[in-house]
C-alpha cells in the first residue's frame, strides 16, 4: 500500500513514515523543509529515512500551493493520508498569524480537495491539536467537550480544520479520522518543545525558563506510542454506516484524542530530566505565556475503546531515550 505522510520532515512525520517503511508499506513523503526550526535537522531525519529505506520518496513541496501538490502527487497512486504537516507552536502564532492562515487552513483545504478527487484515496487521517480545547477547566479533556473559545491563533486553526474535514466527509463521503494530539516527545523531537529546550540548556550550565512559576501539568505521550495509535487509524478507516463516531459524527469522520492519559506536572518532568542528564537545572520562574493553558490532560477512552490504542511508556523510560538521543546527535 502507498501512504501519503505530509510534515514527513517533521518530528512525528520521520517517525510514522519510519514505522510504515519497516512494515513494507511504500510512502511519499511531503514537506516544504521551512525554517520554524532547524532545516538542518528536518534534512537529517529525510536523510535517514533516504538510507534506511528503499521504498520511501521524499518530495519538497509546500502542500498549501494546490497546483504544485497536484503536480507533486500525479505520478503516484495514493491510498492512505497521514496529513500531518502543519504550523505548529502556540507561542509563534501570536507574532506570524499568515504563516498558520497558509499551512493551516489553505494547506488542510488542498490535502482534502486532492483526497476527494483521487479515486485510490480510502482515508485521510490529519493532525489536530488538544490546543483546541482552550479554556475548558474539565479535566480530563474529553472528545465530547465543547472547543468554542481557543486560546491561540493556532488553537483557532485546528478547530477549523476538524470542521472542515465533516463538512467534507458529509458532502463527500470521504473517510477521515481527526487526531488531537497532546505533548509528544522523544529522539528526533523538535527544537522549540520543552523537553529539547530543556535539556540543551541544563547540558550547557545554562537557565531554563519555567512558566507559570511551575504550575502547570502536560500530557507527555512518548512518539513510539503515538505512532502506534496513527497506524492504527490508518489501517481502520471509519465506516460509512451512519452511525455516531467518536465526537458525535454521523458522516465518516471521528476526532480522536491520542496522548497518554497520563498528567505530569511540569517540575517532575524536570526533575527526571536532571536525573537522566545528571545535572541540576538553573531555573527562572516565569508568568504564564498569552495563548498557553495550564493543565492539558487526554481521555483517551474513545480511540482505546474503537482502535485498542494504549501508550505503555512512561515518562521515566522515555525522558531518559530521548535524553541518549540528544547527547548522540549532538556528539556531547
Known sequence: ???????????????????????????????????????KLKRDRIAELQRRHNGFTFIE???????????????????????????????????????????????????????????????LVYAS????????????????????????????????????????????????????????YGPWGRPDMAMWLFTDAILKGEPIKVFNGGDMRRDFTYVDDIVSGIVACLDNPPPDDGSVKAGGSVSPHRVYNIGNHRSEELMHMIAVLEKAVGKTAIKEFEPMQPGDVKDTFADISAIERDLGFRPTTSIEEGAPRFVAWFRAYHGV
Open 129 to 184: 491539536s488538544s490546543s483546541v480545547y482552550g479554556k475548558n477547566e474539565k479535566l480530563p479533556f474529553s472528545v465530547e467537550d465543547r472547543v468554542d473559545q481557543p486560546m491561540s491563533l493556532y488553537a483557532a486553526t485546528k478547530k477549523a480544520d476538524e470542521l472542515m474535514s465533516e463538512t467534507y466527509s458529509h458532502l463527500y463521503r470521504l473517510p477521515q479520522t481527526g487526531l488531537r494530539f497532546f505533548t509528544v
Open 61 to 123: 513541496q509546500d502542500f498549501a500551493d494546490f497546483d504544485g501538490l497536484k503536480a507533486a502527487l500525479a505520478p503516484h497512486r495514493i491510498e492512505r493520508i497521514a496529513h500531518l504537516g502543519a504550523q505548529a507552536g502556540v507561542r509563534y502564532s501570536i507574532t506570524n498569524p499568515h504563516a498558520y492562515v497558509h499551512s493551516n487552513l489553505v494547506g488542510h483545504l488542498n490535502v482534502m480537495e486532492y483526497a476527494r478527487h483521487t479515486d485510490s484515496v480510502e482515508h
Open 1 to 39: 500500500m502507498t501512504f501519503l505522510v505530509t510534515g514527513a520532515a517533521g518530528f512525528i512525520g520521520y517517525h510514522l513514515s519510519e514505522r510504515l517503511l519497516s512494515r513494507g508499506e511504500r510512502v511519499i513523503g511531503i514537506d516544504n523543509v521551512n525554517d520554524y526550526y532547524s532545516t
